[in-house]
């Protein structure tokens, strides 16, 4: 069997400019055609080009991921998954230490040149060091290179994505997304969400990020989600598959991702459990994003695909 995992790490393991998605998206619709799906690159006026399979708008569930890699960032980007408190203040640490270099940076200018700091011209000159180096870091943070290493971010979810397409194959009750520009601030999914407002409102999306590298799947559920009976199924079929899971609704817990774009988003991650941190994903971000399991991949695929097969015949109100 074709470990999509494994192959997308070695043929684009960088899904970052446009060249290299371009590439990947031929791949993937090779791939679709392959499996009979019905297929297109849905591309919006800003050129975030989503690739959609079978037919979301007759959809009970769809499954998604962001087939774009990010950009190496400074400081390790670590999702604290269920705890909101240290979440914040892991980002306000970083903001800190931005801080820190900055005014260390402009004190700095001041000993290196002997300014005044009494003369409004040395004030400004340190002012405008201070702006520099903070800016300058905050934009390598964001608009650094692009980073060499994506296995579990996202090449994991994407694979999980193609693995439930060939398990399930085309079928009306179930449809497929791979969003474009989710690390430039969810852009694809956003843009899907506007041009579709039914599917934004109504459907329940299961989204995959970052699912190769942890012993335990953190569900993050928004609170239309949680409501929603075919959401309460899905839970059900999971526990009893044996798939190793936790449970979340939005307010406890933080998954920033595409699910968000949508009112029935469900966040789906594989995290490792630390006592006082919780349930985290680490290493993304960085030239350490190494790690991903195929049988990790594979085992949460399983899981749902076989959900998704349960709830073929049912009629579940929404």
Not at 229 to 250: D, I, K, W
Request: glycine share 6%.
């Amino acid at each position: 069997m074709l470990d999509y995992l494994s192959e997308i790490d070695r043929l684009f393991p960088v899904r970052n400019s446009a060249g290299q998605k371009e590439r990947f998206r031929s791949y993937a619709l090779s791939e679709a055609a392959k499996l009979g799906l019905s297929m297109a690159v849905r591309e919006d006026n800003d050129g975030h080009a989503n690739l959609v399979f079978s037919d979301p708008s007759s959809a009970r569930v769809i499954f998604t991921a962001h087939y774009d890699t990010p950009r190496r960032s400074l400081l390790p980007n670590l999702m604290l998954v269920s705890s909101q408190v240290l979440y914040w203040a892991y980002n306000l640490g970083v903001t800190l230490i931005l801080l820190a270099v900055a005014i260390g940076a402009a004190f700095g200018a001041k000993a290196l040149f002997r300014l005044d700091p009494s003369l409004l011209a040395a004030r400004m000159l340190m002012l405008a060091v201070y702006a520099v180096v903070y800016f300058g870091l905050f934009f390598l943070m964001l608009k650094g290179p692009a980073n060499a290493h994506n296995r579990n971010d996202n090449t994991s979810g994407t694979a999980a994505v193609l693995e439930l397409m060939r398990t399930l194959g085309e079928r009306p009750d179930v449809a497929f997304i791979l969003f474009d520009d989710e690390e430039k601030g969810k852009k694809g999914s956003k843009a899907y969400a506007k041009a579709h407002p039914e599917i934004k409102q109504n459907t329940l999306i299961v989204n995959l990020d970052c699912v190769g590298n942890g012993d335990t799947f953190v569900f993050c559920a928004s609170g239309k989600a949680d409501s929603n009976p075919l959401y309460t199924q899905l839970q059900t079929s999971v526990c009893q598959s044996g798939l190793p899971a936790r449970f979340y609704r939005a307010r406890r817990a933080q998954m920033n991702s595409d699910h968000k774009s949508f009112r029935q988003g469900v966040g789906v991650c594989a995290c490792r459990y630390k006592p006082v941190v919780g349930y985290y994903t680490g290493r993304i971000h960085t030239s350490r994003d190494t790690v991903a399991e195929p049988e990790t991949v594979q085992r949460l695929a399983s899981a749902l695909a076989a959900f998704a097969k349960q709830q073929a015949d049912r009629s579940l109100p929404f």
